[in-house]
């Protein structure tokens, strides 16, 4: 027994001083959990991609992954060999390639293995010993990858978002299509039709055709990003933007709406904003008592606007009441301060809550909590201590008066009594 416990304890030990020095384990998702490719046609090149996600352990850390094509086709597949996802980032789009040259039409399989790649850094050094540079526990994730190749030629586009700046009424409206080719061949869509409906007369509605010659050719499994002018400019208001994506033929290939987004009076979008904290001269205010409330505003835009502050005051939670400070213009560049004068007739905790409006635009809000007390009810206590006082001293009086002995009668009146006493005594004998 002895001499299992002297190999044992020196195994036990050697494994805690690696397992000590190792890098932790390292695990990452992968989406989908397969990659499909229905057809590829023969002798050309499919986009295809997948995204990496770090698990919640690693955020904030910076992850470098080795990655390795596998299987019996691994040899078709081409991308990066090494994989970095920023520390400030949770996930990343891996784009690799199939490349059908000289494949037969048929049914294909190829792996794709991501694995932690530990960095031999100084740092490394530093913090966990030069050998644990060195050492690392090696985990990751695979991804199948399947594919069809076949010799005939499809033709198709996904529209898979919309999407609209806000602009100006003096300028044109910028819409980004963000497509995929789902085909097997180079191709593009042969035009896209825009309805712009406004969100609040649905009788107004602009429609703005855009041809193909403002299209990139997208490859097979590629997705784009289309940036598209539109020639029509939109009055004030808000719209929505349905997108129509045609072929050659006229064929309706897929459509979808945007968000809605706005258009601006001339410079609007120029003018830009920021608040401070808001500002009062202390905390304990007393009913009826001035109260200043300041906020700073800066101009960072383009050019001067105009803005107020605006004051919302809570009561328990409560909304009691709304103030705004004068309009003012602000030039570029400037910082002012935006102050209103309020009172608060009645006692208790208020927030007051401030935001800077300019223009069609807000800055966001801070908050100030201040208290309100009654003048009335502070002297209150001192008053009743004082009452109190009086009337404890005038008991104590009282009862001094009540305990004191009745004074002696005049000598003169007992000098009288004796002597009519005397004559009493005399006539009697």
Known sequence: MCKVWKVAIPI???????????????????????????????????????????????????????????????????????????????????????????????????????????????????EKGAASAYVGIVIGARILVTFNVNEEEIKGIQLISIGVQDTETDDPVRVQFVVKNIGNVIWKADRIDIDFQDTADTNTLVTSTVSHDQFPLVSPGQVENLQLVTSKSLPIGQYRARGKIFDASGALLGEMESQPFSVYRPDTLKKNGEMGKIQVPKQHYKTGEFIKVAVLFTNTGQVALNGFSVIEIFRENILVGTQRSKERMIEKGETISLEKIINLQEPGTYRLVAYVDYDVKRTPSDSVTIEIVNPVGSFLPWLMIIVVCILALILVLLVKRMRKPPSAPPLQESSQEMQQIAQKGGDEH
């Open 12 to 126: 036990f030990l050697c494994f805690c001083i690696f397992y000590s020095f190792a890098y932790q384990a390292h695990a990452i998702g992968l989406t989908p959990p397969q990659v499909s490719v229905g057809n590829v046609l023969r002798n050309t090149t499919y986009n295809a991609s997948v995204r990496i996600s770090k698990t919640p352990e690693e955020k904030d850390t910076e992850l470098h992954l080795g990655v390795a094509f596998g299987g019996d086709y691994g040899n078709v597949l081409s991308g990066n060999k090494e994989v970095v996802i920023p520390a400030d980032a949770e996930s990343i789009e891996y784009p690799f390639t199939i490349q059908a040259k000289n494949l037969a039409s048929g049914n294909y399989a190829a792996s794709i293995t991501f694995s932690y790649k530990p960095q031999n850094t100084e740092l490394d050094r530093a």
